[in-house]
């Protein structure tokens, strides 16, 4: 027991006998000479200290030996004292009706009745409808924490609650309480661990991957299933990454590679893409619309260049990207205990081809036809032609054309300004006068030396050249 449970028991004790030895003082108080009158001494008033301090303890005790109780016990102890008092009331009003004192002639002529009256029975009927009443409002109250543990099993089975679950009650009732609210953490946990897992799945299989086929889950996707959509595909690597390498330890190339990793793939997101795969040191994105990759292309550049600038002993960091739009099927492959994800195209393999394209011009940014076809009315880019790849297909050529958008001021405005001559002599080269391409490569140069582009295919015309003497 409590020390202040112990405390309130020694008082009651004492209110106890205090109001034991103080209730002739008390009675004297209302009756004297067999009248009702109010006269208290100081001992009445004491007695009445006492009398009431006695009931409040001893509710107070009851409410805690009722909370110990089961609920069948909890019931009973509940509604025996009111049946008693009712009982002795009624008894009471029998005793006051049909004997013959002085007090209790008070007591009958002030509730008017007496053996001969009839008033006694509407007392009795009156009585009988108060214990009812009476008992419907404690059955409400007893079964209240019934109504509690319903609403919150169906809660409950309905999914996480928020907060606490509240019954009250007896201890058999706070037991249950407990036991509903473990049972709502555990969900708690599971949902917080099922979450968690969520996550890091999302960061091996991007949400926006399952959303080209229309599912929320991991879990609704089969083997085999596949769907088709038009989008624009983004290859990024670091084309000096050997380089970087060698001049750096194992751990701080894998930190240099995380971060340039860690600065791309947010760029990729804020422009509505996603990484599908990482590739050593490049990174393969998708985009639903080829002007997101387009910007996040620019984006990147510029976040590379912050990048190289804060780390000036490590070598600067060089990247090329290529970005092509075509049908691709997304698909899930492998077998049945090792599945993957996985992007399947042409259109995705010639987006690598052109990686090889832009390594070869030293370009920064090329793009395919198709994504410039695709591009809305209206976009402003500023872009030139710089040659075509070839397919499987002999007679099929894929062009290829260098955002020009991504340079400095004043390389772009010589780019812009020499356009038309460079995509002139770059058709002638496609079409194998290579001698009239290299005049017009030779002009283009003179007036801008760092045009690599026009550089390569100055030296390919004169390879060329030299073999048709041969």
């Known amino acids: ?116 009256a009839g008033n006694i029975y509407w007392w009795f009927l009156a009585l009988a409808i108060s214990y009812l009443i009476i008992m419907f409002f404690s059955f409400l109250f007893l079964t209240l924490p019934l109504k509690k543990m319903q609403k919150a099993t169906s809660r409950l089975s309905d999914g996480i609650i928020n907060g606490s679950v509240i019954i009250g009650g007896t201890k058999q009732f706070q037991d249950i309480e407990y036991s509903l609210n473990r049972i709502n953490e555990n969900y708690k946990e599971q949902a917080k661990e099922l979450k968690e897992t969520n996550l890091e799945v999302e960061k091996f299989i991007p949400k926006q991957f399952l959303k080209y086929f229309g599912a929320n889950n991991i879990l609704d996707l089969q083997l085999g299933h596949q769907v088709q959509k038009e989008v624009t595909t983004m290859f990024c690597d670091i084309r000096n990454s050997l380089a970087i390498s060698s001049s750096v330890s194992l751990e701080e190339n894998f930190n240099f590679i995380n971060a340039y990793l860690n600065l ?33 292309s620019k984006a990147i550049f510029s976040a590379i260049a912050d990048k190289n ?63 410039l076809n695709a591009l809305p009315y209206g976009y402003l880019i500023n872009y030139r032609y710089i040659g075509s790849i070839k397919n499987e297909d002999p007679n099929e050529n894929f062009n290829v054309f260098e ?65 048709e003497k041969y």
């Open 264 to 296: 791309i793939s947010p760029l990729i997101r804020r422009y509505n893409g996603f990484v599908d795969k990482y590739l050593g040191d490049g990174i393969m994105a998708v985009f639903k619309k080829p002007e997101h990759a387009i910007e996040c």
């Open 403 to 467: 955002d020009v958008d991504i340079y400095l001021r004043m390389k772009r405005e010589k780019l812009i300004s020499q356009k038309n001559a460079f995509e002139q002599a770059v058709r002638l080269y496609d079409g194998g006068d290579y001698f009239s391409a290299k005049t017009k490569f030779e002009n283009i140069l003179k007036k801008n030396k760092d045009d690599k582009v026009c550089y390569v295919y100055y030296n390919l015309c004169e390879e060329k050249i030299k073999l």
């Open 1 to 116: 027991m409590k020390k202040w449970n112990r405390a309130l028991l020694v008082i009651l004790i004492i209110c106890l006998f205090g109001a034991i030895l103080t209730f002739k003082d008390l009675l004297a108080g209302f009756f004297l000479n067999g009248n009702f009158v109010f006269n208290f001494s100081f001992l009445s008033y004491v007695g009445v200290v006492f009398f009431v301090l006695t009931i409040i303890l001893g509710i107070i005790f009851y409410v805690k030996f009722l909370r110990l109780q089961s609920f069948g016990n909890f019931i009973f102890f509940v509604t025996l004292p009111i049946t008693l008092f009712f009982m002795a009331f009624a008894y009471f009003l029998l005793i006051v009706s049909s004997q013959n004192n002085q007090n209790l002639n008070l007591v009958a002529v002030t509730l008017g009745i007496n053996e001969n």
């Open 309 to 371: 600038f804060a780390l000036k002993k490590i070598p600067s960091m060089k990247v090329g990207i290529s970005i092509n739009t075509a049908e691709v099927a997304f698909g899930v492959v492998g077998e049945e205990n090792r599945k993957s994800l996985t992007i399947l195209s042409d259109g995705v393999s010639l987006t690598g081809k052109m990686q090889g394209v832009n390594k070869f011009f030293g370009t920064h940014v090329i793009f395919s036809k198709r994504t």
